[in-house]
Each structure stands twice: as C-alpha cells, then as structure tokens.
C-alpha cells in the first residue's frame, strides 16, 4: 500500500484531519475498481455538479440512489431470468453493479433522472449561513470602544457580518 507524506499539508491547515483518511480510501485496494458501468462527473457550475451513469438495459425501478455518511451510493439489481438466448457475442454487460462516490461537506442531491439509458444525478454545493466568509471589524486601539458607542453599537458587538 501506498503512504503519502501530508505534514507539509498539516503545517498551514487546521480541521482537515479527515483527509488522509479521504485520500487512504480512495486509493486503497479493498474495493475494486473495475470500469462497470461507465460514468461521468462533471461541474455544470461553480457550485453544482452532475454524476452520469450509463446504465443500458436497466429500467427506473430497478436502479437506487442513496446517501450514507456523505456517500453516494448507485446501485442497479436486474432479475436473473431464465433466458434461452445462444449468444455468439455477448459485449453488453447487463449485470448488477454498485458505484460509491465519496461527497464533500454540504454536498447534497437534488435530483435524479433517467433517460435515454443514463442515470443523472444533480449535486448541489448548499454552505450554511453560519461558515460563509463574514468580515471582523478592527477597532483602533485608543478609541474602539468610544467609535463604537458614537455609532450606537455596544462595546462587545465589534463583528460585523458582509452582506
């Protein structure tokens, strides 16, 4: 297994401690990596994404799409039938398939669709209110508390939020 020195990375960051884990998940070897089914993930703006699947063959009621402690989970289940076809090539791959796809912090869905033989899934990136950026007012060190009170703002409420 693969070890990746991150201390240059910890030195200038705090809270970001579930990385390593992250990155050890991603690449390790319990979890098969086979190309089945093939998908795509795009960014279809600065804060939305789209996961595509191609999932030929199966119909809406025999797929799923769930979340599992910020996984996205897709699975596909088809009912074995008996078939008595003699095929001479068999190159589409009609078998049931699981995708995990590991999602960030306030990454949710907000829809899916199936059409045409693609699973499309929307992801929002949704911040709450309380950790977008807010600006802290600097009060100078002779007069803080007296600017403060000729502005009618008490002494203690020196943080003002960006609109």
Request: neutral net charge.
């Amino acid at each position: 297994m693969r070890t990746f020195d991150l201390s240059p990375i910890y030195r200038t960051t705090v809270g970001f401690d579930q990385f390593a884990d992250l990155f050890n998940r991603a690449l390790s070897s319990e979890v098969p990596t086979n190309g089945y089914p093939p998908f795509n993930i795009e960014k279809t703006s600065p804060d939305s994404y789209r996961i595509t699947v191609a999932a030929a063959g199966f119909a809406s009621e025999d797929l799923g799409v769930e979340i599992r402690q910020n996984q996205l989970v897709v699975k596909a289940s088809k009912p074995s039938a008996n078939e008595d076809h003699k095929f001479l090539h068999r190159g589409i791959a009609n078998r049931s398939f699981e995708k995990k796809f590991q999602l960030a912090d306030y990454v949710v869905v907000t829809g899916a669709s199936y059409e045409n033989g693609l699973l499309n899934i929307d992801l929002a990136r949704e911040i709450p209110e309380a950790l977008k950026p807010r600006r802290i007012e600097i009060a100078s060190a002779g007069s803080g508390s007296a600017d403060a009170k000729a502005r009618g703002v008490a002494a203690d409420e020196k943080v003002a939020i960006a609109a």
